[in-house]
């Protein structure tokens, strides 16, 4: 019976891992419209998100969001343990808060939607 608990235990280790999301110089990264990508670990682009689809930070623990100055067509942030910017950051078209707060240290976040 030992056995069979440790193999669970081993099994539901290696599930329970958490998603990072890096963009690397050059890259396209684009997101469809109605397109989501829901990313529970840290954010570090370095070239624009394209496109009209939403990102979500949806950690539950701190998030670190460095865009590097890039833009993010349309975040939403649903992380109660908060997010911290580690880079300047642009917003496009929405900003969204469903939980948490953001902390922006001495970064910028930018919003270029009029």
Known sequence: M???Y???AAMFLTLTSMAQ??????????LNSGASVA????VTSFADIQG???VELKGTTSQILNMNG????NLIVNNP??????????????FNFTAGKVDRK???LNSSHT
């Open 39 to 42: 990313v529970d670990g840290d």
């Open 81 to 94: 343990a908060s997010v911290a910017l580690g880079g300047s950051a642009v917003v496009s078209s929405t």
């Open 52 to 54: 009209p689809g939403t």
């Open 2 to 4: 030992k056995k069979s």
């Open 106 to 108: 001495s970064t910028r």
């Open 21 to 30: 999301l890096r963009i690397q110089s050059g890259a396209i990264f684009y």
């Open 70 to 73: 890039f833009a993010i067509p």
């Open 6 to 8: 440790a193999l669970f």
